[in-house]
């Protein structure tokens, strides 16, 4: 049972990357920092969960849904994808600049879709974990403040080019989601 401090972080960093591309591709809307505090949490504590339940999964059903998790991932990921392409084309083709900065914030049950989709990958490493009988909780704590923190950098980053390139930047946003989902049927 024994486990590297360096281990655990470093898994936490990799697993965050997902988080990360997600956040890039949605911050392209104005948000409010209660916004990306949900969005943080929603992120952590899916990555977390993920894990925890990947970890039980693993000694107990993990049999039964290895077949399709992939087809879940990759459909839940590339419905976002669609509706993000579908919302950057239509600004791209209604120009005013008023209209853009109006648009709200994605709405809760996206978010959480989103934070679902990109902990997949989080459930997997648990059932690795569990098959490995590491102690889950340093590696669900790291796993869910590194997606929490990356979802925040991701975001404001977003902010910050989107200024520049708004409906632009929501297709770019589309195509990495719909890339994220096209790589889950290769899991």
Known sequence: MMFSFLEVIFLGAVLSADSFSAAVAMG????????????????????????????????????????????IAFGLLALVALHMAWEGIGALRNKEAEEIEEAEFHNFAKVLLVSFATSLDAFGVGVSLGIAHKPIVPYAISIGLWAFGTTLFGLYLARKLSDKFGPIFTLIGACVLGYLSIQMLSI
């Open 28 to 71: 392209s809307r104005p948000f409010t920092t209660r916004d990306a505090l949900k969005f943080g949490i929603s992120s952590g504590g899916a990555e977390a969960v993920a894990t925890v339940f990947g970890f039980w999964a693993g000694a107990n059903i993990i049999d039964m849904i290895a077949p399709i998790d992939h087809w």
